[in-house]
């Protein structure tokens, strides 16, 4: 049986990225994103959804180096469950987005892509130009015959 198991994210950080290190060494990130819902609620106010990403290795090292509270990402990974008992002996379990690709967005044109390779983590430049959504007007001139609906 086939599966599949990706999440793509488009938001900002709520917070600074949290760095720490594992025993080995190895660098991990803490990330917060906020992601906007595309409606509002009936007293028009836009709510959004909170989520944990987990970034490993150089990818988190660039996110601790780049990245701040308010910093618009998109975020490509995957879901992970963790489960685990406080001292207390209470369980605990989250959901959690590990981060393979994370593009540092910025609020101009362009931003930088990084991604994440399990066995060591690579850097990836991407000058991409927005797309400007066309204005109301211009389906004015379309024929009847050209709207897709």
């Known amino acids: 049986m086939a599966s599949l198991n990706r999440v793509i994210l488009v938001g900002n950080l709520t917070k600074d990225p949290e760095v720490k290190s594992t025993p080995d060494g190895t660098s991990v990130a803490n990330l917060r994103m906020a992601v906007n819902r595309p409606w509002t609620n009936k007293q028009g106010e836009r709510e959004a959804d ?6 490993w290795r150089k990818l988190a090292e660039l996110c601790s180096q780049y990245l701040s509270k308010g910093s618009p990402v998109a975020i490509e990974g995957r879901l992970q469950t963790r ?7 209470q369980k605990r379990s989250t959901v959690e987005i590990v981060a393979d690709n994370i593009q540092f967005l910025s609020r101009g044109a362009g931003g930088n892509d990084y991604q994440a390779d399990q066995s060591s983590s690579q850097q990836d430049s991407s000058n991409l130009e927005p797309v400007a959504a066309p204005a109301a007007n211009d389906t004015e001139d379309l024929p009847d015959d050209d709207v897709p609906f």
């Open 50 to 55: 909170y989520f944990t990403i987990v970034a």
């Open 83 to 89: 489960s685990w008992e406080t001292q207390e002996g």
